[in-house]
C-alpha cells in the first residue's frame, strides 16, 4: 500500500536553529497538508497546499514557517528560527484528486532544546 | 466546520463488537462525518466517512442517524490491535481541500 514518508523520524535542534522537515507524499496526490501534535494534545492543523501554493494556513502557521515543494515528489516545512514551544510531533498528509481519505506519513518528532 | 462530541474513553472486550458514539448536532447538510484512528503517537489513519447513508467497509461500519445529529462507527470484531484513539470529525468538503479539525478523541482500550 502506497504510504506517506517522513524524515527525520525524530530531530533534536537549539533554539534558535532552523529546521527543515522532510515529506514524500504518494506519487498521485495533488494536495498536501502538514499537521502537528504538541504531546499530550490536539492534532492540529497547520496549512494545506496546492497547485504550488498555500491554500490554507492556521494562525499557528506564522512568518516562522513556510513550505515547498521544491521538486515533483519532495514537500517540506521549515521553521526558520525554532523556538521551545515547537517541539512536536508533524505530520504529512496527502490526498489525491476525487479521493476522500487522507494519507498521513508516521510523523517527525522534533524536539527543541 | 461543526463540532463533535465523543466520550473521553472506552472499554471493550477483544472479539466483540466495539461501539463509538459520536455527537455533531450542528451538522450542515454539505458536511460529511469522517472517523480516524491514532494508535500511539503514529499517524492519524483513515477509517470511514459518510454523508447520510450507513456505510461499511473493511474496517468498520459507520451508522448516522436520520437527524444527521450523531452517528456511531462500528468495529465489528475488535482486536488488542484496534486500541487507539477514535476521532470524529465532521467536513465541509471542498474539492478535496477540507481540512480536519481533531477533537480528543476517544480512547478505546480493547481488552483480551
Known amino acids: 500500500e502506497p504510504e506517506v514518508t517522513q524524515t527525520p523520524s525524530h530531530q533534536v535542534t537549539q533554539m534558535g536553529q532552523e529546521v527543515i522537515l522532510r515529506c514524500v507524499p504518494i506519487?498521485?496526490?495533488?494536495?498536501f497538508y502538514w499537521y502537528r501534535q504538541i504531546l499530550g494534545q490536539k492534532v492540529e492543523f497547520l496549512v494545506s497546499f496546492y497547485n504550488n501554493e498555500i491554500s490554507e494556513k492556521s494562525e499557528i502557521f506564522d512568518d516562522q514557517f513556510s513550505v515547498e515543494r521544491p521538486d515533483g515528489s519532495n514537500f517540506t516545512l521549515k521553521i526558520r528560527s525554532t523556538k521551545l514551544e515547537d517541539s512536536a510531533m508533524y505530520f504529512c498528509?496527502?490526498?489525491?484528486?476525487?479521493?476522500?481519505?487522507?494519507?498521513f506519513g508516521s510523523g517527525t518528532r522534533l524536539t527543541v532544546v | 466546520d461543526a463540532k463533535t462530541t465523543q466520550p473521553t474513553s472506552m472499554d471493550c472486550a477483544e472479539g466483540r463488537a466495539a461501539n463509538l458514539p459520536c455527537n455533531h448536532s450542528?451538522?450542515?447538510?454539505?458536511?460529511?462525518v469522517y472517523w480516524y484512528r491514532q494508535i500511539h503517537s503514529q499517524g492519524p489513519q483513515y477509517i470511514i466517512h459518510g454523508l447520510k447513508n450507513n456505510e461499511t467497509n473493511e474496517m468498520a461500519s459507520l451508522i448516522i442517524t436520520e437527524d444527521r445529529k450523531s452517528s456511531t462507527l462500528i468495529l465489528p470484531h475488535a482486536t488488542l490491535r484496534d486500541t487507539a484513539v477514535y476521532y470524529c470529525?465532521?467536513?465541509?468538503?471542498?474539492?478535496?481541500?477540507?481540512?480536519?479539525?481533531f477533537g480528543q478523541g476517544t480512547t478505546l482500550q480493547v481488552k483480551p
Open positions: 506519487s498521485n496526490h495533488l494536495y
Open positions: 470529525i465532521v467536513v465541509r468538503l471542498i474539492s478535496n481541500t477540507g481540512k480536519l479539525i
Open positions: 498528509a496527502s490526498i489525491a484528486v476525487g479521493a476522500y481519505g487522507y494519507t
Open positions: 450542528t451538522i450542515s447538510g454539505n458536511e460529511y
